[in-house]
């Protein structure tokens, strides 16, 4: 019998784990740079967040439509809150709140869908939703750089008996190959991003859905972060690209734009409630705190209104101002079609003393490294709200200006010409 304690064992074999690994190296060797699991004390009405005793400009908030900080959804929260308590207190699949059930009816509306179902997060959507969906006999094909949560709700529909499979990013040719060599199977469930996290990259959706559709599969799409901030009043990418839900599961973020709390699924009323009956994280997750309905219906009537026009052009300005700026200091930028902008540095250690120097420059952005990207892929990940100013943009620009000077970052001229070379 071994005189270690089990404890013990068990953090051993967890140390060993290539992820945990990789991160107590880095926390290891970059310790005075390795802004993770931060402590915030303070958030003001602005951007501005304090982080380790310093005031800094916050670019690392997902908050996209600066609607965390809207008096109106405070108050609405403070409302549901005397209406309803602090806790739904049963599982959805014996109660919900009569708020939850119009939120949902609202939600539906909104995006032009017949039904839609909440969950305690867009994660446990996906988690929940992807078994729940296929069985024994069924594929499951995800983009290879699809969130971590589709690749996690994969893994249940594996044990659950389906068969999954990867195909190229963003490549509907690979799609094609790959669902080929899986027949036969009863039905495909197919799934992507609306938008890619890590780069702000918007899929082929048209021609993944052509090919779906030639394979007798469904699309199945986390647009949590499209939610709010892209399509005709924020509906996400999956309208202006398909034209239509008819051969879409789509997946939503009540966090993120909409600054509350809740993922949910846009689907037929007959899928509904079949994700009621086989979808476990619905069943036993756990429901949003109810306050929060009051504050989720508050956030469609400002998507439905003409302020949401004004509140999403601030939005696009501040993109496309960090964008330019960003090109015009001859850095290498992915995304700009959404408020996720990432700037390629390459190498983990020099990716981590970027974010760093930002951070005491005055800026909190995001240093993102394998495995989230590839390896020797690290990016600064910049996330632009609508109550950001342009003051604020313009001072990043500047800490990015001088981070250029002292720390390797590739050249987008230096690329181009390569691949003149190469032409």
Known sequence: MSATPPMDRLMQAMRKNTLVRIYEEFDRDFADVHLKDLRVDEAGPGREIVIQGRRVMNFGSDSFLGLDRDPRLIEAVRQGLDRWGTHNGASRAFASVAANIEAEERL??????????????????????IPGLVGRGDVVVLDEHAHNS???????????????????????????RVLETLRPYRVALVCIDGVYSMSGVVPPMADLDRVARANEAVLYIDDAHGTG????????TVLDALGS????????????????A??????????Q????????????????VPAYFDAIIK???????????????????RVTQLTRGLLDLDLVVMGGLTPIVSVLVGDEADTLRAGKFLFDQGYYVQSVL??????????????CNANHSAEAVDGLLAAFAAMRDVIPTPRRSDREQSKRLAG
């Not at 995006?111 to 929940?128: D, H, K, R, W």
């Not at 901030?229 to 996400?236: A, D, P, T, Y």
């Not at 994280?281 to 756990?286: E, N």
């Open 108 to 129: 539906a509306a909104w995006l032009g869908v017949e039904a839609t179902l909440i969950y305690p997060s867009a994660t446990l959507a996906n988690m929940g939703a």
């Open 150 to 176: 589709i690749q996690e709700g994969a893994k249940l529909a594996l044990a659950g008996g389906a068969r999954v499979a990867t195909f190229a990013h963003n490549d509907p040719d690979d799609l094609s």
């Open 229 to 236: 901030v892209l399509g005709e009043n924020g509906r996400g």
């Open 245 to 260: 839900y008819e051969n879409a599961f789509v997946v939503g973020s009540l966090s993120k734009a909409f600054s509350c």
């Open 262 to 271: 809740g993922g949910f699924v846009a689907c037929s009323k007959t899928f």
């Open 273 to 288: 409630k079949l994700l009621k009956i086989r979808s476990n994280t619905y069943i036993f997750g756990g429901p949003v």
């Open 299 to 317: 956030v469609i009537d400002i998507l439905e209104s003409d302020e949401y026009i004004a509140i999403r052009g601030r939005l696009d300005q």
């Open 370 to 383: 394998f495995p989230a990207v590839p390896y020797h892929g690290g990016v600064i990940r910049v996330q």
